[in-house]
């Protein structure tokens, strides 16, 4: 079974930048869309992005289109989420999960294996 590993999350400024990693361990990562999500104390669990199986799709939520960017690189087992332009309102645990199958999904259900989530601290 695939595991992930997220890294690369930490305190940041306000209009601050961080790149978010995932590492997959297995190659059959690339068979599947990822995504990011993120949890704010108190909130649900959130989609930010996800991406296809062959990045030639992805989804961002209103609230981070224009600032992040997710990608992937399927020869490194990797998926990353670079974050631009940060608020404080972006504060939250960042989570990165793999999807039931190879398409784009948004929904915490279709996704069936989880990273153990990265800190994000956005100070104003």
């Known amino acids: 079974q695939v595991q992930l590993v997220e890294s690369g999350g930490g305190l940041v400024q306000a209009g601050g930048s961080l790149r978010l990693s995932c590492a997959a361990s297995e190659r059959t990562f690339s068979n599947y869309g990822m995504g990011w999500f993120r949890q704010a104390p108190g909130k649900e669990r959130e989609c930010i992005a996800a991406i296809n199986w062959s990045s030639s799709n992805t989804y961002y939520r209103d609230s981070v289109k224009g600032r992040f960017t997710i990608s992937r690189d399927n020869a490194k087992n990797m998926v990353y989420l670079q974050m631009n332009s940060l608020q404080p309102d972006d504060t939250a645990v960042y989570f990165c999960?793999?999807?039931?199958?190879?398409?784009?999904?948004?929904?915490?259900?279709?996704?069936?294996?989880w990273g153990q989530g990265t800190q994000v601290t956005v100070s104003s």
């Open positions: 999960a793999k999807a039931r199958t190879l398409d784009v999904f948004t929904t915490p259900t279709m996704y069936d294996t």
